[in-house]
């Protein structure tokens, strides 16, 4: 059972357009939500992450919304650039005492055309 | 660089063998967490220690094992190995809900 789901395993952007990432969750006691970035042969880096209590967060090009209703978040890029051509991974923290296991999705391969 | 530091980069063997895999977290983290990344699939989260101690089992199979040190640096253990074991195998490390990971080793089970 997939707790964490990213239903594109690919996207093709235009530079200069916005990216949009999708990821849906299905446990609701799911506390905070993350943003990695995987580039081939590198461990995943992380980009950006969200709480539960928030509905949105920004840093640089980089926003995440969350629509806890829906269990649905998002992760917008603008404008893309080449070099944001990666695997995108969402994960999902689960609050139990000092363990903060993340959930990962399959990951989506985003690539941003010159 | 994450600052958690993984070696060997890759690794070859055979069948049967045994393995062992290390970590070095970020200074001053004292959680680490083992994930495995097979062909086309996501991150699998294995197991975390917590200052020395297990916290949390995912989906390890009972030949592997890891450990946490005194010094915070974990070892995962993979014996009996099979053809299907070959994968990525990451290692992370937080001192809150962020992970930050490692640049993985590549495992080949010949």
């Known amino acids: 059972d997939q707790q964490v789901k990213q239903n594109s395993p690919s996207l093709s952007v235009q530079e200069g357009r916005i990216s949009i990432l999708n990821c849906d969750y299905t446990?609701?006691?799911?506390?905070?939500f993350l943003w990695y970035k995987k580039y081939p042969a590198e461990g995943p880096t992380f980009l950006i992450s969200i709480s539960s209590i928030k509905d949105k967060n920004e840093d640089g090009r980089f926003t995440v919304f969350l629509n806890k209703s829906a269990k649905h978040l998002s992760l917008h890029i603008v404008p893309s650039q080449p070099g944001d051509s990666a695997v995108y991974f969402c994960?999902?923290?689960?609050?139990?005492?000092?363990?903060?296991?993340?959930?990962f999705g399959s990951g989506t391969q985003l690539t941003v055309l010159p | 660089d994450s600052g958690v530091t993984q070696t060997p980069k890759h690794l070859i063997t055979a069948t049967g063998q045994r393995v062992t895999l290390r970590c070095s977290p970020r200074s001053g983290d004292l959680s680490v967490y083992w994930y495995q990344q097979s062909l086309d699939q996501g991150l699998q989260f294995l197991i975390q220690y917590y200052n020395g101690e297990e916290r949390a089992k995912g989906n390890i199979l009972e030949r592997f094992s890891a450990q946490q040190f005194p010094d915070l640096h974990s070892e995962l253990n993979l014996s009996s190995l099979e053809l299907g074991d070959s994968a990525l195998y990451f290692c992370?490390?937080?001192?809150?809900?962020?992970?930050?990971f490692g640049p993985g080793t590549r495992l080949t089970v010949t």
């Open positions: 994960a999902a923290a689960l609050h139990s005492g000092s363990a903060r296991q993340l959930t």
């Open positions: 446990n609701s006691m799911f506390d905070y």
């Open positions: 992370a490390s937080s001192a809150g809900v962020e992970q930050y």
